[in-house]
Nanobody, 120 residues
Framework: VQLQASGGGLVQTGGSLRLSCAAS????????MGWFRQAPGKEREFVTA???????FAADSVKGRFTISRDNAKNTVYLRMNSLKPEDAAVYYC???????????????WGQGTLVTVSS
């Protein structure tokens, strides 16, 4: 599967942004989908994931602010980000994996990333 992330941009602190990740192929519903981010000088970190059945899990740092969702008809996963903080600024990557396990951080397929900048 090929992944194409989009929707990044510049937003003020406290603002909102929605990222999208479009997947190729006709078996999108088979994939667990995740979002990761990497800030300059830092390691990539897990943000949130959604299972094949729609169960979601998020990192503590974004709980209550970020929401992941998927539209299997559109082969797309979304990341709605509210109440953005300067520390949320990073390149955001979407990822996909056919294995079951919402807590797994292992993903086989990765998108190219989309940059989110948060001004203070």
């Amino acid at each position: 599967v090929q992944l194409q992330a989009s929707g990044g941009g510049l937003v003020q602190t406290g603002g909102s942004l929605r990222l999208s990740c479009a997947a190729s192929g006709r078996t999108f519903s088979r994939y667990r989908m995740g979002w990761f981010r990497q800030a300059p000088g830092k390691e990539r970190e897990f943000v949130t994931a959604i299972s094949q059945s729609g169960i979601t899990f998020a990192a503590d740092s974004v709980k209550g602010r970020f929401t992941i969702s998927r539209d299997n008809a559109k082969n797309t996963v979304y990341l709605r980000m509210n109440s953005l903080k300067p520390e949320d600024a990073a390149v955001y990557y979407c990822a996909a994996d056919e294995r079951v396990g919402i807590l797994s951080r292992e993903y086989e397929y990765w998108g190219q990333g989309t940059l989110v900048t948060v001004s203070s």
